[in-house]
T-cell receptor, first 116, second 109 residues
Framework: GAVVSQHPSRVICKSGTSVKIECRSLDFQATTMFWYRQFPKQSLMLMATSNEGSKATYEQGVEKDKFLINHASLTLSTLTVTSAHPEDSSFYIC????????????FGSGTQLSVL | AQRVTQPEKLLSVFKGAPVELKCNYSYSGSPELFWYVQYSRQRLQLLLRHISRESIKGFTADLNKGETSFHLKKPFAQEEDSAMYYC???????????FGAGTRLFVKA
């Protein structure tokens, strides 16, 4: 099956610094990838849709200047949390749908971000 | 507004008992419905989708457009079914998927 690789799996940073999370589709091309955020014991909240070659589409309430998304190639999307603060601490998950996957999503293993 | 409701946060059943995880949705147009599962210490993965009308690991789900429901069922639960289950609709023909709050299924021996 399709594989989505997400790195790092865990990151701890100081308040005010920026953190970059990578999401790669290993054996398929993805013109679209999705970034979700998950708080403890809560569901996945869609943050944005990453589009290869164009700007990301952000969900209502998500600050695009805080969460920078770059879809540099057909296999790589990055999420940068800029000037991170403790309230940004969360579990971030990326997903991608293979073109021939009939709409199903494959997920990365997630990144646990802790901002001190 | 697009909304998906999973009313039970936790469902605990004994091994061999039937299980039903409820999902109701409010979605414009005719969405496609999916169930995703997350086992302990594993990533989220697709369990089944309504368009396939398939049975995976003994689970089935019927889309009821009249009741806007997509309940997940299994006649005889197994311990290895213990996991977090998410109902997830998406717009037909698209990829953007939203997730319900999830139901944690605990199957007791």
């Amino acid at each position: 099956g399709a594989v989505v690789s997400q790195h790092p799996s865990r990151v701890i940073c100081k308040s005010g610094t920026s953190v970059k999370i990578e999401c790669r589709s290993l054996d398929f091309q993805a013109t679209t990838m999705f970034w979700y955020r998950q708080f403890p014991k809560q569901s996945l909240m869609l943050m944005a849709t990453s589009n290869e070659g164009s700007k990301a589409t952000y969900e209502q309430g998500v600050e695009k200047d805080k969460f920078l998304i770059n879809h540099a190639s057909l296999t790589l999307s990055t999420l940068t949390v800029t000037s991170a603060h403790p309230e940004d601490s969360s579990f971030y998950i990326c997903s991608a749908p293979p073109a021939t996957g009939e709409g199903k999503l494959f997920f990365g293993s997630g990144t646990q971000l802790s901002v001190l | 507004a697009q909304r998906v409701t999973q009313p039970e946060k936790l469902l605990s059943v004994f091994k061999g008992a039937p299980v039903e995880l409820k999902c109701n949705y409010s979605y414009s147009g005719s969405p496609e419905l999916f169930w995703y599962v997350q086992y302990s210490r594993q990533r989220l993965q697709l369990l089944l989708r309504h368009i396939s009308r398939e049975s995976i690991k003994g689970f089935t789900a019927d889309l009821n457009k009249g009741e806007t429901s997509f309940h997940l069922k299994k006649p005889f639960a197994q311990e290895e079914d213990s996991a977090m289950y998410y109902c997830a609709p998406r717009r037909a023909g698209g990829f953007k998927t939203i997730f319900g709050a999830g139901t944690r299924l605990f199957v007791k021996a």
